[in-house]
């Protein structure tokens, strides 16, 4: 199978990673961007400077991982969080159980388990983990999204919305000042709808990020194959 390809921009904090100093390593390779390194390429060239391969392999890792985390949002707040990282090994049957359990502690959730040839995935409600074949192994996605938040906010400007079709019909025949108080009613409705859904994400996305970014390091720091970190 193909390996992952480093850039030079990924290559020199890989190697500022691994040597825990950046003054310690600074390989002259210039990669072109659509070529770059292996890990193999890698952890050669941090032998010749003094760095372990173990080392050089964990610092891509936690590359990958850092690399991934992404966020869904609705007027800049962050509605939906996924993390994706690259495992470039295939995960085994023994460890993706061992995820599954983790999944439901860390998320307090049985959920549901379904396979459809190579694809696996664990799902509860919007909360989805999928583990994707690769051309270096497997890849796993996290991704949810806050189905109460996004409804909340999109029944307040619903709110919103009849608000100004009755201002307008009732400004058309004359009668918007008796619509005030409705109107008012409408208006308060939509604010605290939208209020309530947008006041709840940030700390929501915030703990998501973190479990996702813990699951995802130690899966992806493993060292081989059935040696997943307890939680």
């Given at each position: 199978m193909a390996e992952r390809r480093y850039?030079?921009?990924?290559?020199?904090?890989?190697?500022?990673?691994?040597?825990d100093a950046p003054q310690q390593a600074n390989p002259e390779h210039q990669v072109p961007a659509d070529e770059g390194l292996t890990l193999s390429d890698l952890q050669a060239?941090?032998?010749?400077?003094?760095?372990?391969?173990?080392g050089v392999a964990q610092a891509?890792?936690?590359?990958?991982?850092?690399m991934a985390p992404a966020a869904r949002t609705i007027f800049?707040?962050?509605?939906g969080?996924?993390?994706?990282?690259?495992?470039?090994?295939?995960?085994?049957?023994?460890e993706w159980e061992r995820l599954v359990v983790q999944l439901r502690e860390v998320f307090n959730a049985r959920g549901r388990m379904r396979s459809e040839g190579s694809l696996r995935q664990w799902t509860n409600g919007n909360?989805?983990?999928?583990?994707?074949?690769?051309?270096?192994g497997h890849r796993l996605r996290f991704r949810t999204m806050h189905g109460a938040a996004r409804g909340a906010i999109g029944m307040g400007?619903?709110?919103?919305g009849v608000a100004a079709v009755v201002a307008m019909v009732t400004a058309l025949n004359g009668t918007f000042a008796a619509a005030i108080p409705g109107l008012s009613v409408l208006a308060a409705g939509g604010a605290a709808f939208i209020a309530s859904g947008a006041l709840r994400l940030p700390r929501w996305a915030r703990i998501r990020q973190k479990q996702m970014e813990a699951l995802a390091t130690q899966i992806a720091s493993a060292s081989q194959p059935g040696a997943l970190p307890p939680k």
């Open positions: 850039n030079d921009k990924e290559i020199a904090a890989i190697f500022r990673a691994a040597a060239i941090g032998r010749e400077v003094g760095i372990p391969a173990d891509a890792q936690a590359l990958d991982v850092r800049g707040l962050p509605i969080v996924s993390r994706t990282v690259n495992l470039n090994r295939r995960l085994t049957d023994d909360l989805q983990v999928l583990l994707e074949p690769t051309e270096t400007f619903a709110m919103f």
